[in-house]
């Protein structure tokens, strides 16, 4: 389904530019911006948008929806409408389900699933192991000859143990996946030698500080300085996932650049964080206990300002939620059995936004960060900008009045947020994909909001230029 729109008198964060006007999307494209009033069309829907910022949709290159195998956590369907209420208009979904996919049978399932339950766009990652590069190849391409199908965004290869099944962590198996696939390759970059070597130091503890004491920042580092030699090595495309650490951050710099702005030359090598380890550090980890356990881990307060310096200076190019859903009596367990991993898709936009209203950033930051740039990161067509000619997804957003996050007004299907008691700015009030409004917040939906749409009627596969 695609939409036409005409929004009235709203804030635009346009590229480079804050103006107040009018947007018009006509079959699902931005037609006309505006700086004085649009005359209203008898077939388009009119959307005041006064008092309201109106953003490029957010995309999160970073979901595990649990689709298929583990329906009471999430499923594509409640993990798209979940990100329409935090005005997330596209998604990249995880392999490490029940089962993994790691082949074209399992890719053609997840993006027919999607295309029946979602409403918004999506893509979907394949997983590697050690001995699938067939598979891969079937996916991506060679290096030799690179393709891109639609919805299919790379490859995901787990370096380290963490939630799920996929794991690849020697060195001549990562060779081999580096050396003959093409396509972009996300990896999770924890060490899995030195997790095996450290789990020993903390065997028995049931506090939650030996989670980041276990999982700490040098198995990180190695594993991601591992990633950046193969990909250079191999001139290839090198996405680091969800960075938690300040050492990895600086490390990185200088290394990592846009696609956009790269010279030509050498691998493309890009990074992201996320909201939680842009907000926590180890005193709420103290207070909040398993409900901020994930992998990697929340560190410390000097690993959350080092990821704030590497934003700022570049060496971080964007913002992922690694939404992973847990059911809170998998999460009431205790340390270590309670599994990692916490919802965020639905209050990323909202936390980012917040972080500006409070001066750590500002409202641009944030769309480029969660929005342009994640688009650069992954060659999307027709993403992340409100621009004539760029797809209609949009959101607006109430940067004027806070609201308190409370679990009952969740819409992932695990029924609670890490932000939980936290007041945040920035919930979307109208979130559109492709032209057509597909979730509402207003003083009679109360908090929570609703869908306007039904499950499969709005969204399509992300379009993707192949890598070179």
């Excluded at 679990?407 to 945040?424: I, K, Y």
Aim: proline share 6%; charged share 20%; net charge negative.
């Amino acid at each position: 389904m695609k939409g036409n729109v005409l929004i009235h008198n709203a804030t635009m964060l346009l590229p480079g530019a804050e103006l107040v006007g009018d947007l018009r999307i006509r079959e699902g494209v931005i037609e006309t911006v505006s700086s004085t009033p649009l005359e209203p069309l008898n077939d388009e829907l009119f959307i005041e948008g006064t008092g309201l910022h109106l953003l490029p949709g957010a995309i999160d290159p970073q979901c595990h929806f649990r689709d298929p195998g583990q329906p009471e956590k999430e499923d594509l369907g409640s993990g798209s409408a979940a990100a329409v209420s935090g005005g997330v208009t596209s998604f990249l979904d995880m392999p490490n389900n029940k089962p993994s996919i790691t082949d074209m049978a399992g890719m053609r399932m997840k993006l027919d699933t999607a295309a029946a339950k979602c409403v918004n766009n999506y893509g979907f990652f394949i997983g590697a192991t050690p001995d699938n590069v067939a598979d891969l190849q079937e996916a991506v391409g060679t290096p030799e000859r690179p393709m891109s199908i639609p919805g299919i965004c790379g490859i995901k290869v787990f370096m380290g143990s963490s939630t799920g099944t996929l794991l690849v962590n020697e060195r001549a198996a990562l060779d081999n996946i580096f050396a003959n696939t093409g396509g972009l390759i996300a990896v999770h970059a924890e060490d899995e030698q030195r997790l095996i070597e450290r789990f020993e130091a903390i065997k028995g503890r049931t506090d939650m500080a030996a989670h980041a004491e276990w999982r700490d920042d040098v198995t990180a580092l190695l594993a991601t300085q591992l990633a950046v030699e193969l990909a250079q090595q191999h001139d290839h495309r090198l996405h680091v996932l969800h960075l938690t650490s300040g050492i990895e951050a600086e490390w990185l710099e200088g290394i990592t650049t846009l696609p956009s702005e790269h010279s030509g030359e050498g691998a493309i090598i890009t990074t992201e964080t996320l909201p939680q380890h842009l907000t926590f550090n180890e005193h709420d980890v103290e207070a909040h206990g398993t409900r901020l356990k994930m992998n990697p881990p929340i560190r410390y307060e000097a690993d959350r300002v080092g990821l704030w310096n590497g934003l700022n200076t570049g060496a971080i190019q964007c913002i992922a939620t690694d939404h992973a859903p847990h059911t809170l009596d998998s999460k009431a367990l205790g340390f270590p059995d309670a599994p990692s991993g916490m919802p965020g898709v639905e209050t990323s936009l909202a936390v980012m936004l917040t972080h500006a209203k409070a001066g750590a950033c500002t409202i641009h930051d944030v769309v480029r960060w969660m929005s342009t740039n994640v688009a650069d990161c992954y060659n999307m067509i027709g993403k992340g900008r409100l621009e004539e000619g760029y797809d209609g997804d949009v959101v607006l957003v109430d940067m004027h009045n806070p609201v308190t996050v409370e679990d009952a007004n969740a819409w992932s299907r695990v029924g609670w947020n890490p932000f939980q008691g936290r007041a945040l700015v920035g919930w979307a009030q109208v979130t559109i994909v492709g032209g057509v409004p597909v979730f509402e917040r207003t003083s009679s939906t109360g908090p929570k909001g609703r869908l306007l749409v039904e499950p499969g009627s709005v969204g399509e596969p992300l379009i993707m230029t192949p890598w070179q």
